[in-house]
C-alpha cells in the first residue's frame, strides 16, 4: 500500500538553530502535502498546505518564515523550523494524498507519515 | 477556533461500556473521516463517510454522517481496553484543505 515516510523521526537541537523535517511519498505521486503540528494529548492542528512547484499555503497564526515548507518534487516536501526556540517544541507530523484527489470518493484517503519529534534545547 | 469540534474532549469509562463521541461543523463537507491515534504514532483510518446519513459499521464501532453533513458521531458498543487512544475526525474543507476536529481522548478501563 502506498507509504508516507517521514525523516528523522526524533531530533533535538540547540535553541537558534535551524532543523529540516523531510516527508516522502514512496510509490505514489502527491501534488499536495500537509503539515501539522500537534501538542501532548492534542489534536492535529493544520500548519501549512504544501503545492508541488508553488508556494505552501499558511493557516491563520503560523509564520511563514520561521517554518519554511519546499515542496521540490510530487514525491518530497520538507519543513524547515528556523531559529528553533524551545516552544517550537513538538510532535510534527506530514500527510499526503495520491492524485487524482477525489475526496467524494469513500476508498479515497490520505496517507500519513510517522511523524516527529523535535525537542529544542 | 477549530473548523470540527468534537465531544467529549476526554472520556474514561469501564470495559463493556457503550459510548459515543460527536463531531459538529458548521460546514458541509464533501465526506469525513475518522482516524484513532496512539501517542507518538500517525492517526489510523477507520472509516470514511460520504453520503449524508450513511451508517457504517466496523466490528463494534458505528459510524454516522449527518444528513446535512455536517456532522458525524462514532459509538463503539462494549468498550474495550484496546480501544483505548485518541480519536479524530477530519473532513477536506475549503479550497481542499484537510482538517482534524479537537479530538477526543478515550480510556477504557479493565
Known amino acids: 500500500g502506498a507509504v508516507v515516510s517521514q525523516h528523522p523521526s526524533r531530533v533535538i537541537c540547540k535553541s537558534g538553530t535551524s532543523v529540516k523535517i523531510e516527508c516522502r511519498s514512496l510509490d505514489f505521486q502527491a501534488t499536495t502535502m500537509f503539515w501539522y503540528r500537534q501538542f501532548p494529548k492534542q489534536s492535529l492542528m493544520l500548519m501549512a498546505t504544501?503545492?508541488?512547484?508553488?508556494?505552501?499555503?499558511?493557516e491563520q497564526g503560523v509564520e511563514k518564515d520561521k517554518f519554511l515548507i519546499n515542496h521540490a518534487s510530487l514525491t518530497l516536501s520538507t519543513l524547515t523550523v528556523t531559529s528553533a526556540h524551545p516552544e517550537d517544541s513538538s510532535f510534527y507530523i506530514c500527510?499526503?494524498?495520491?492524485?487524482?484527489?477525489?475526496?467524494?470518493?469513500?476508498?479515497?484517503?490520505?496517507?500519513f507519515g510517522e511523524g516527529s519529534w523535535l525537542t529544542v534545547v | 477556533t477549530q473548523l470540527l469540534e468534537q465531544s467529549p474532549q476526554f472520556l474514561s469509562i469501564q470495559e463493556g461500556e457503550n459510548l459515543t463521541v460527536y463531531c459538529n461543523s458548521s460546514s458541509v463537507f464533501s465526506s469525513l473521516q475518522w482516524y484513532r491515534q496512539e501517542p507518538g504514532e500517525g492517526p489510523v483510518l477507520l472509516v470514511t463517510?460520504?453520503?449524508?446519513?450513511e451508517v457504517k459499521k466496523l466490528k463494534r464501532l458505528t459510524f454516522q454522517f449527518g444528513d446535512a453533513r455536517k456532522d458525524s458521531s462514532l459509538h463503539i458498543t462494549a468498550a474495550q481496553p484496546g480501544d483505548t487512544g485518541l480519536y479524530l475526525c477530519?473532513?477536506?474543507?475549503?479550497?481542499?484543505?484537510?482538517?482534524f476536529g479537537s479530538g477526543t481522548k478515550l480510556n477504557v478501563k479493565p
Open positions: 504544501s503545492n508541488e512547484g508553488s508556494k505552501a499555503t499558511y
Open positions: 500527510s499526503a494524498r495520491e492524485n487524482p484527489w477525489t475526496p467524494q470518493v469513500s476508498g479515497n484517503t490520505i496517507y
Open positions: 477530519a473532513g477536506v474543507g475549503r479550497v481542499n484543505k484537510f482538517y
Open positions: 463517510v460520504v453520503t449524508g446519513g
